[in-house]
């Protein structure tokens, strides 16, 4: 209900993710198992290429 439209959220995310990842130095723990389960809950809306 906080998003107006899927779009929204994917550019809150997308956004979040550039400003994070100026910090990251090792990739992401257990980012497949996560995607995976994104990829469950939100069906075709998550793509499998993040």
């Known amino acids: ?14 956004l979040a993710v550039i400003n994070i990842s100026k910090k990251w130095t090792q ?6 198992l996560t995607a995976g389960q ?3 809950k939100f069906g075709d809306r998550m793509p499998l290429d993040i």
């Open 38 to 40: 994104l990829r469950i």
């Open 1 to 14: 209900g906080v998003f107006p439209n899927d779009m929204a959220l994917m550019k809150l995310i997308y």
């Open 27 to 32: 990739p992401l723990h257990n980012w497949a």
